[in-house]
């Protein structure tokens, strides 16, 4: 349909498949930036963890060094001044500590203390019949009633007869022995005719309605089309309207042959461009119609000046019938059956061409996005794996400086981190299951024999 903003049935299906071939690319493309969204600003927060993590790994690992070093130190200082006497002070300390947790074992039992009903009212209501009493009348005054009675039956009879109402949305002429008398009544209320010999013939003052069938018409391009038309019209003199026409059936008819052959005439008058269209207006940006992209042809008549054309000419032809054409108009204009399968068929296969494009475009957008993110969230491990390692490797290097400054000063304070060691070694190892396999000139025996009961 050209003027219609609905597709026609046959191309339904594929404009339905634009719109979801559309929806489609959206929907991949928010699924797309949703998963992106979602991946690297958590892969962001992860990156930035492990680099915290790596730098609370630096601060325990130097201040852990340094705590040793300096400890170290103290106790080495002291081991200087008194070598064996702080060897065995810190051999019988750690055997205090370690021994009595030689095969023991220490169970911990934990234990614990333990609806308003509806009524229906019914009135009564008391009919009294009255029976007035009647009586008899005279016989003379019955005479006179029935002559009054007759009186006033002939003059409501005339009365009727003469006396008409005209309604608000109807107009009249009076109808003597077949032919109009006077003039046309165009004002509503009580009228008055000739009782018996005159009659009142009614019109509508409204706006009244003339469908056009559609039917197929030639362009001056040799283009079939079907044109649909519609008016308004109105009776404008009653008295000519009856003269000519009688009725609306008549008005109806005559309409028929005038709107439709000045509709025939101004369709072969112009070509299909200017029947279908209204105005020299830019072409819209639309896949449908790729001819348009250099600009839509220029039109000199339009639709919209047929249409008034058309107008004109009704009301020219119609002014000695007593009736106004107020406005004709297009309702539909189609293709004819000759050329509409293959302007459906072009229109079907443009609309598959814009779906398979959507659909592209959605899914490589998609594959954009979706691979930018795995660029993204590769940078971004990567390089939080690096700085993280860098971190603990600068914080190893230090408490390995650390240690090794503290620890190798002389022979005398590596064989005394040696012994420091072996003693923090017995206190971690040795645990209630552990089987001591001990020399008897050993001071540990000497000192196992000394702790006993």
């Not at 489609?24 to 930036?33: D, F, Q, S």
């Not at 200017?274 to 207006?281: F, G, K, M, T």
């Not at 860098?390 to 090794?404: L, M, Q, V, W």
Request: net charge negative.
């Amino acid at each position: 349909m050209l003027q219609s903003n609905n597709p026609p049935e046959p191309v339904k299906p594929s404009f339905n498949a634009v719109n979801q071939a559309e929806q489609e690319l959206e929907r991949l493309v928010n699924e797309a930036e949703a998963e992106y969204n979602r991946v690297i600003p958590r892969a962001e927060g992860q990156a930035l963890q492990s680099i915290q993590q790596a730098e609370g790994y630096a601060l325990d690992r130097v201040n852990r060094a340094q705590g040793d070093a300096t400890r170290f130190n103290a106790l080495y200082d002291e081991f200087r001044r008194a070598p064996e006497v702080t060897r065995k002070r810190m051999f019988i300390e750690t055997m205090e500590r370690v021994l009595p947790r030689v095969g023991r074992k220490i169970v911990v039992d934990e234990d614990v203390e333990g609806l308003t009903p509806i009524m229906s009212f019914e009135g009564c209501q008391r009919v009294e019949v009255f029976k007035p009493g009647g009586g008899s009348a005279g016989r003379g005054g019955i005479a006179v009633k029935i002559v009054v009675v007759l009186v006033v039956l002939v003059l409501v009879l005339v009365a009727s007869s003469a006396l008409f109402v005209v309604p608000e949305d109807r107009q009249a002429i009076k109808i003597q022995l077949g032919a109009p008398v006077g003039e046309a009544i165009e004002t509503p209320g009580l009228k008055f005719k000739l009782p018996f010999i005159q009659r009142a013939q009614y019109f509508d003052r409204r706006f009244l309605e003339w469908q056009g069938s559609a039917e197929e018409l030639p362009t001056r391009d040799k283009v079939f089309i079907f044109v649909d038309t519609y008016a308004r019209w109105r009776i404008s003199d009653p008295l000519l309207f009856f003269q000519r026409l009688q009725d609306e059936r008549g008005a109806q008819s005559r309409l028929d042959d005038i709107l439709d052959g000045e509709t025939r005439n101004a369709i072969a008058n112009h070509d299909l461009i200017e029947v279908i269209r209204s105005s020299n207006r830019e072409a819209a940006a639309d896949e449908s119609y790729p001819e348009a992209a250099g600009g839509l042809e220029e039109i000199v008549t339009g639709r919209d000046k047929i249409r008034l054309d058309i107008l004109a000419a009704a009301q020219a032809r119609t002014a000695d019938l007593g009736i106004e054409v107020l406005d004709v108009q297009f309702r539909r204009i189609n293709y004819g059956e000759q050329v509409e399968p293959d302007v459906f068929n072009r229109m079907i296969s443009e609309r598959q061409r814009i779906a398979d494009r959507f659909r592209s475009q959605g899914q490589g957008q998609a594959s954009e996005i979706l691979g930018n993110m795995d660029r993204d969230l590769k940078r971004i491990q990567s390089e939080a794996y690096r700085e993280a390692t860098e971190i603990r490797g600068r914080a190893d290097a230090s408490a390995t400086e650390i240690y090794a400054s503290a620890y190798n000063q002389s022979a005398q304070s590596r064989n005394f981190y040696e012994f420091l060691r072996t003693m923090e070694a017995f206190e971690k190892t040795i645990d209630p299951n552990t089987w001591l396999v001990v020399s008897t000139d050993s001071d540990y025996f000497s000192f196992l024999k000394t702790s006993g009961p």
